[in-house]
């Protein structure tokens, strides 16, 4: 009987040693390796041209909207407003892709 009681408190001590330092330890580590973002490789030179398409097409409502010119400064993009009737939006050729006209 006094052999199975210091077997188990001998397990019980040898159990709790080792796994609460380990647990405490890596509490308060935190490795990122990457970028860090979700939405995956970004063209950082200007803006790309799906990305202004889909703006045009959510934000700005054009329907059935394509890329009329794109320049060095500007991407201009022309479609369909919800009314049916020609529209034509220009996006800055930046990361940001803003409204410019």
Not at 27 to 43: F, L, S
Not at 55 to 67: E, K, M, N, P
Not at 84 to 100: F, H, T, V
Request: a positive charge; one cysteine or more; hydrophobic letters at 35%.
């Amino acid at each position: 009987m006094w052999r199975k009681l210091a077997v188990t408190v001998a397990a019980t001590v040898m159990l709790s040693t080792t796994t609460t330092p380990t647990t405490a330890a890596a509490q308060g580590v935190d490795i990122y390796i990457g970028r860090g973002d979700d939405q995956g490789y970004r063209d950082r030179r200007g803006c790309n041209p799906h990305r202004a398409l889909r703006l045009a097409s959510d934000y700005y409502g054009l329907r059935r909207a394509t890329i009329d010119r794109m320049t060095s400064r500007s991407i201009s993009i022309i479609g369909r407003s919800e009314a049916g009737k020609r529209k034509r939006i220009i996006l800055a050729n930046d990361r940001s892709c803003e409204r410019i006209g």
